[in-house]
């Protein structure tokens, strides 16, 4: 039977492993359009190493961690679409503006000037 000592040695690399490599791979490749459900099966371990309660941990951390960045990426998209949208409506509001400003000025040639309201 291993020594307490090497199953911990044996966790400690898997962890290191899960944090270096393992999670910075799948944040990138889910960032790309990878859905997390498609990330979690190749990310299973069926490492004989590890306890089966280490493993479902694992799992478990790695899939709060990658909806949480899902979410997240999901309210970024969001939040660009609304930003166009609004940058569209912006830009509708100033052409209508600019063309009713065309029409003014062509409709009085140009020349009359509007007084101000102000009063000295």
Known sequence: MR???????EQEASTEQLANVTLPEMMARLQQGESVEDLLLEA??????VSAGFRASRQALLR???QAVD?????RESAQRAFVNLARRV??????QAQGLRRWRTGTGGTRRVRSSRTC
């Open 91 to 96: 830009q509708a509001i100033v052409n209508r």
């Open 44 to 49: 299973e371990s069926h490492d004989s190493t």
């Open 64 to 66: 709060t961690v990658l």
């Open 3 to 9: 020594s307490l000592r090497e199953r911990l040695a």
């Open 71 to 75: 979410a997240e990426e999901g309210l």
